[in-house]
């Protein structure tokens, strides 16, 4: 069966390590592979796109890179900081089709 | 732009009633997709649109369900009757192009 997973529901880190975030996929073939952030009681907002040709793709402190041959994208935010805790969802565009699927989330909390 | 409009907010009803949920995409955008939020399952696509045409309903859980999407600046998702094991949030998304969606805040339905 087709799956979307992200391994950890919650991560908890210090204030200015570096968080990891993994979504691992399986009987997929995306051609597109999206994070997104969400903040209790709103709705998931953007943050980056990766393709199937790309490996890495980076935004200020974040930082994805895909791997089809694994079936896993990787999600870092460098110098973490407070303001950065908030749930983190990997959505995935399967084939040619245009609607995503969404994993489940991981719930991120940076300490002081 | 005001982003993705969604009403109402909050929605708390009784078991057996109709519910409308309303969503005005972000003007210039020519998809609209509705998803439900919950924890047990995360976020679904419940339907999407493209230019106002429904493309892809196969998220519809039964025939409870339906949406409407009767110009570029207004869509509806109506559930009649409505179960409590329809409470969830109700997010609207558009989008153009059709990858980088745009959530609206939500509608929080409860189902007494």
């Known amino acids: 069966s087709q799956k979307i997973e992200q391994n950890s529901e919650a991560l908890n880190i210090q204030e200015g390590k570096t968080a990891t975030l993994t979504c691992n996929y399986t009987?997929?073939?995306?051609?597109?592979l999206q994070w997104y952030r969400q903040d209790p009681g709103r709705g998931p907002v953007f943050l980056l796109l990766?393709?199937?040709?790309?490996k890495e793709k980076r935004k200020e402190r974040l930082k994805v890179t895909f791997d089809t041959t694994l079936k896993q994208s990787l999600f870092h935010i460098t110098a973490s900081q407070p303001a950065d805790s908030a749930t983190y969802l990997c959505?995935?565009?399967?084939?040619?089709?245009?609607?995503?699927?969404f994993g489940k989330g991981t719930k991120l909390s940076v300490k002081p | 732009d005001a982003g993705v409009i969604q009403s109402p907010r909050h929605e708390v009803t009784e078991m057996g009633q109709e519910v409308t949920l309303r969503c005005k995409p972000i003007s210039g955008h020519d998809y609209l997709f509705w998803y439900r939020q919950t924890m047990m399952r995360g976020l679904e696509l419940l339907i999407y649109f493209n230019n106002n045409v429904p493309i892809d309903d196969s998220g519809m859980p039964e025939d409870r369900f339906s949406a409407k999407m009767p110009n570029a600046s207004f869509s509806t998702l109506k559930i009649q009757p409505s179960e409590p094991r329809d409470s969830a949030v109700y997010f609207c998304?558009?989008?153009?192009?059709?990858?980088?969606?745009?959530f609206g805040p939500g509608t929080r339905l409860t189902v007494t």
């Open positions: 990766i393709r199937e040709n790309e």
């Open positions: 009987n997929y073939s995306p051609a597109y």
């Open positions: 998304a558009s989008s153009s192009p059709i990858y980088e969606q745009y």
């Open positions: 959505a995935l565009v399967p084939g040619s089709q245009g609607n995503l699927i």
